[in-house]
Structures are given as structure tokens and as C-alpha cells.
């Protein structure tokens, strides 16, 4: 653990995040952190139970004079988003996070942080390693592939559980009480594609330099995606020269806007200049159009040398560029209800061809269950018309608002009494794992907070240190002052 980071560090919450991030835990490999976290339950004579799906659930019973109160879920999950520089050697399945401190703020080193969930599984286990804190009963649920669909929190079995009220701990702002969010699915649309061999120059030609960021949260600060900026691009220059298609490819997490795209195009050798200078006049009007939004837009064309390849055939390339270009990218309706709140979005967050099919991942969300079906439905017909298929998976949803909970009184009471401001309740357009719980378990009161983070699902993702303590203390506070009203 830095020296720093521990001097800082109260009630043990950066070591024990800290001691997290030295395990790989990207979405789909949580079993090591999995493990670690039964032998935490093991070591302080918790009850535990790990699942067929790796999801831990940790019981600890109610404190002397609590036993009469309802009992209290804390939850949040194990997996991290995994993102890393352009030119970064990090493997996520086998290397640790290289944690940076710089003044208040947590970063990595090159990478994506992972506090998002990692903060929320340091402070459960350090609520559950206090043995001074007078609580009820506590049950942990820390959860796998969030990231990636929720799909641990689907395969969660919550029937043995009695909890009455419920903590989710993967918010990103200190001062707010989340109390609703967004449902979602992702989209993927597989369209089938011919070949021919053609002689030629290849270029390499590579978007990159766009803030990206979470799907949900960012998505409503007009942050531009680089798979639409290489549609757009080879939509345009298709005017100006001809060319064919090698390979495309941009986007690693559906949930993620994606940073960086590029294609491999065949020219004609005697083109490479009037090709290379019409590139560089388009994306010069795109940097001026972006250039209040994605100050750092940029590009880069490189000769890979002549040869025989097999490109796209012509309707291929254009039955791709069609959907590419009018698949619909960002904002689709604002909520009427919640000013500045996005209802309904969509991003297109992986896309790559491979040898006889192009793959198109987007996340459809909405608060709205019958909006995002409809968004769903046209991606559905969109491909079908070009002759493709359509298949929805890790579907969730939409954690919909209570409007009486005696949880969020409770919060907002003793959040104006510790630091003497309201807490803000609000609806956010990310997912959270609320509403799969709610479904499993009715009526269960449910607000979700956490500390200040921010460009969460990029690899310059950071947290507040004091923000962190301040909300822990915040947790500690409501967990100890039993609950009425």
C-alpha cells in the first residue's frame, strides 16, 4: 500500500482496496477475487455464501441492543471495467492496478481504476471488520458482471435474506441519493458479409484522441464515439476515392463510448497521396465542428505496404456503411419528469468485422421499458432489412421510484445533521443492480450513494480520497442510528 494512501487511510478502507486491486477482476474472471473474499468471511467467523455464478453474500448478525432491528443490505460488485493506454503492456488477467495518489485524488497507472465497485467492496469490508460499529444485521452482497449485463445479480438466489432496507454503494457523487435508474439491454447486430481479392496498397487509418467514458453517465455531455467518426469518415471519402475494405474495428465495452477506432483500406499505390490529403481535409472539418467537445480529436494514416488481401465486395461495404452510419448514436429523449435527466440513449460500443460477418454491440438504455423496446425493435429491423440478425442479451430493469421510503428520510436527516446541507435526491440514466434486486425481493427500501469519482470506464478514472472517508463516515452514521419513522 502507498505510504501516502496509508496515512490517509481511515478505518482501513484503502488498504482493503488496495489489497483488491492487486487482483485481477475484470467482468467474466472474478473467481480469485471471489476467493478472496470468502477467506475474508472465513477469517472473522462470518456465515458466507459464494454461488455457481461467483456472487459472495456475508452475514454479519445484529450488534447487542440491535437485534430487534431490520436488517440492512449493503451491496455492490467485484468486477471492474478493464481499459488500458493504446500503447499500455497491462494484462488484465494477470496484473494488479497500479494505484497513484495525487493530492486528493486515487488514480491508476494507465489504466482504468476499478473504484467503480472497488471503493463499495472496501467499505463493506470494512464496516464488516469493525467490531466497535453498532449495527443490525448486515448482509453483504457483492456481485460479478455488473459490467457486462448484470448477470451476477440475475443469478442471485436472495430467498434466505431479510433484509428490510438496502444500500447500493455504486454511485459516483457525494451529496446525492440516488432512488431510480435506468433499465438497459445490449443489442448486437451480426451482419453477414462477401469477399473478393483485390491487389493494392493498404493504410491503416486510426481515429483516436475522444474523451469516451460511461455510456450512461457520460452520455449526456455530447461526447462523440469513434466508431460513428470512421463510419462518417469512410461515408465521406467514398465521394472523393475509391478504395476497399480490409478490416474495421473500435469500441471494447458495450457500456463504454468508445475512445479509438481504425480501418485497414486497399488503394490503389499511385492513390496513397490524393487519398492521404483527402483524409486529412475531412477530418479537419471534424475537428472544427468538434472542437468546443472533443478538443483532442486526432488521427493518423499509416502504409502497411502492397499486397493481396480479400476486401469487402462492393454491396458488403455498402450494406455496412449503411447501418453504421444510421444506427442512431447518444441522447434520444430527455426525461419530462426529471429536468436535465436523459430518458432514453444508445451507444454503439463494440464494432469489428470479422472474415464473413460484421459484429455491432450497442447498449440500449431507458427508463422506460416500452422506449427501450422500441429502441431495440429498430435496431432489430434496421439489420433484419439488410439481411442480417438481431439478438438481445444481458437485459435489466429499470429501478423505478418509491415515493415513500423510510430509508431515504433516514439518510437525508442525518446527512443535513453531519454536514449541514440537504442531500439531493435524484434519478440517474446509468444502471445500477436496484432493480434486480427489487425484483427479487418486493417491497425492500433501496437508495444508492457513493463518493466523487469521475471519467469512471476510462484510464483516467480517479477518486476522491476525502470524499471516500467523508461518505464511509456518512455510512457508519446510518448504520449505528436505528431507523424510524
Not at 448486515?138 to 444500500?167: F, Q
Not at 450512461?216 to 460513428?228: E, H, Y
Not at 419530462?336 to 451507444?347: A, K, M, R
Not at 435526491?425 to 445500477?432: C, K, Q, T
Amino acid at each position: 500500500m502507498d505510504k501516502s494512501l496509508e496515512q490517509m487511510d481511515y478505518k482501513g478502507i484503502f488498504k482493503y482496496f488496495s489489497e483488491i486491486s492487486k487482483i485481477p477482476r475484470g467482468s467474466g474472471n472474478e473467481v480469485e477475487i471471489s476467493e478472496y473474499l470468502v477467506r475474508f468471511a472465513k477469517s472473522r467467523g462470518l456465515m458466507y455464501n459464494k454461488d455457481s455464478a461467483n456472487n459472495v453474500i456475508i452475514i454479519k448478525e445484529a450488534s447487542p441492543g440491535y437485534e430487534n432491528e431490520a436488517a440492512i443490505m449493503l451491496q455492490g460488485h467485484m468486477d471492474m471495467v478493464c481499459e488500458k493506454r493504446k500503447d499500455g503492456t497491462h494484462d488484465f488477467l494477470k496484473d494488479g492496478i497500479k494505484l497513484l495518489v495525487d493530492g486528493d485524488y486515487l488514480h491508476a497507472d494507465g489504466t482504468t481504476l476499478g473504484a467503480d465497485n472497488g471503493i463499495a467492496v472496501a467499505y463493506i469490508l470494512a464496516l464488516l471488520s469493525d467490531d466497535n460499529l453498532k449495527h443490525p444485521r448486515i448482509e453483504a452482497v457483492i456481485t460479478t458482471d455488473e459490467e457486462v449485463g448484470m448477470n451476477g445479480a440475475k443469478a442471485l438466489d436472495l430467498s434466505s435474506l431479510k433484509a428490510e432496507y438496502m444500500i447500493n454503494l455504486d454511485s459516483e457523487e457525494e451529496g446525492y441519493l440516488l432512488a431510480s435508474c435506468a433499465g438497459g439491454l445490449t443489442g448486437t447486430c451480426t451482419l453477414p458479409l462477401k469477399r473478393v481479392t483485390e491487389e493494392g496498397k493498404v493504410i491503416k487509418v486510426n481515429i483516436g484522441g475522444l474523451k469516451g467514458g460511461h455510456s450512461g453517465m457520460d452520455i449526456v455531455n455530447n461526447r462523440s464515439n469513434a466508431n460513428k467518426i470512421l463510419a462518417r469518415l469512410l461515408f465521406d471519402l467514398r465521394e472523393k476515392a475509391s478504395f476497399g475494405v480490409i478490416h474495421m474495428e473500435g469500441g471494447y465495452k458495450d457500456n463504454v463510448i468508445p475512445r479509438e477506432a481504425f480501418a485497414k483500406l486497399l488503394i490503389a499505390s499511385e492513390d496513397y497521396k490524393q487519398i492521404s490529403d483527402s483524409i486529412g481535409e475531412i477530418m479537419q472539418i471534424y475537428k472544427k465542428e468538434l472542437e468546443s467537445s472533443e478538443p483532442e480529436l486526432d488521427y493518423g494514416i499509416e502504409d502497411l505496404g502492397d499486397g493481396k488481401y480479400e476486401t469487402l465486395h462492393p454491396t458488403s461495404f455498402e450494406k455496412l456503411l449503411f447501418i453504421l452510419t444510421q444506427i442512431p448514436y447518444g441522447v434520444q429523449v430527455m426525461s419530462s419528469d426529471i429536468e436535465g435527466l436523459v430518458e432514453s440513449s444508445l451507444n454503439l460500443g463494440i464494432f469489428r468485422l470479422e472474415e464473413e460477418e460484421a459484429i455491432i454491440c450497442n447498449s440500449v438504455r431507458s427508463s422506460k421499458s416500452s422506449y427501450k423496446y422500441y429502441i431495440s425493435n429498430k435496431l432489430k429491423y434496421l439489420v433484419e432489412f439488410l439481411g442480417g440478425d438481431y439478438i438481445v442479451r444481458s437485459e435489466y430493469p429499470a429501478w423505478e421510484y418509491k415515493k415513500k421510503s423510510k430509508l431515504r428520510e433516514h439518510l437525508k436527516k442525518h446527512y443535513k445533521e453531519m454536514y449541514g446541507k440537504d442531500m439531493k435526491v435524484e434519478a440517474i440514466h446509468a444502471g445500477l443492480e436496484c432493480g434486480l434486486i427489487a425484483e427479487k425481493m418486493p417491497g425492500i427500501d433501496i437508495v444508492s450513494i457513493g463518493p466523487d469519482m469521475s471519467r469512471v470506464h476510462t484510464i483516467d478514472e480517479r477518486v476522491s480520497i476525502s470524499s471516500t472517508i467523508r461518505v464511509y463516515k456518512f455510512l457508519e452514521r446510518i448504520i449505528e442510528e436505528k431507523i424510524r419513522g
